[in-house]
């Protein structure tokens, strides 16, 4: 797993982000740019609008339903998934970009 900061590092070298929340929470707010793809969709069908060989960093609230997600898309073949620890909220109070 990887913090915050480095996943907004991440992000500004061509990451795509993905939240797996729930779809009250992504309405609540979320990482500006991310793409929604909620971890009992990704569950269920792991085809996610990014290419492959894209870096993918997931979040969610806390941590565990982004790195099943990414254990997931890993075992479907995206080659670069990290999951953020942490959550929304450390990148709402870090003061990255938010929609």
């Not at 993905?18 to 792991?46: C, K, M, N």
Request: net charge negative; aromatic share 8%; with cysteine.
């Amino acid at each position: 797993m990887i913090d915050h900061h480095e996943a907004h590092e991440a992000q500004q070298n061509g990451a795509a982000i993905i939240d797996v929340r729930e779809h009250d929470e992504w309405q609540s707010g979320h990482v500006a740019g991310a793409l929604f793809y909620p971890v009992t969709r990704i569950s269920s069908d792991p085809d996610v609008d990014v290419a492959p060989d894209t870096p993918i960093v997931t979040y969610c609230k806390a941590g565990a339903r982004a790195e099943r997600a990414a254990e997931v898309l890993r075992a479907a073949g995206y080659a670069d998934v990290r999951a953020m620890r942490g959550g929304f909220e450390d990148w709402r109070a870090a003061g990255y970009p938010t929609e």
